[in-house]
């Protein structure tokens, strides 16, 4: 009634994350436009959903929040280095998305062995071919260092390099 209007700043994270959450949020938004004759903005349906996530999944929500923003801050990485802005409704993006959610998953694991192990054939590589790709993977290594305190594998950077050169192939 105020018009104040808070913007979800995880909304897409929410919406690749957790699709069947934010299809109820979405359902919630028209039942009540349909109840009480008000708009809401499609953040809300996002802060629904993570009401339901976090209630369905107990203490789970922290380490989710974490691999959302982590999945958030490499693609601002990648877009601010590239300057870029990648295409969210493009199949090869959600295919980007699914590839970071489980690089996520791997960092936070308390099983340093998800890592991969440190075999670095396939990041001499990839560095070779992909120069510039490998400095991005590089400013991603040095966000999670700094922030986390976590230095990702050899091999898991070489995977890295190539996710991103197939999404940055398809987004040009």
Not at 40 to 68: C, T, W
Request: net charge negative.
């Amino acid at each position: 009634n105020e018009h104040i209007i808070l913007k979800n700043e995880m909304l897409n994270e929410i919406k690749h994350f957790h699709p069947a959450e934010y299809e109820i949020g979405k359902m919630a938004l028209k039942q009540i436009k349909e109840a009480y004759d008000i708009s809401l903005p499609i953040d809300e349906a996002g802060f629904i959903a993570y009401h339901i996530i976090n209630l369905s999944e107990g203490g789970g929500v922290k380490q989710d929040d974490k691999r959302m923003k982590l999945v958030k801050k490499v693609l601002e990485i990648i877009e601010n280095y590239f300057n870029i802005r990648m295409n969210q409704d493009s199949i090869y993006y959600e295919r980007f998305i699914t590839h970071l959610k489980y690089f996520g998953a791997r960092v936070f694991s308390q099983d340093t062995n998800k890592m991969g192990n440190n075999d670095d054939f396939l990041y001499r590589m990839m560095k070779i071919q992909y120069p510039e790709i490998t400095k991005c993977v590089e400013l991603v290594q040095e966000y999670l260092n700094y922030n986390y305190q976590i230095n990702i594998s050899s091999e898991e950077k070489g995977y890295l390099i190539i996710h991103i050169n197939n999404v940055l192939q398809k987004a040009r």
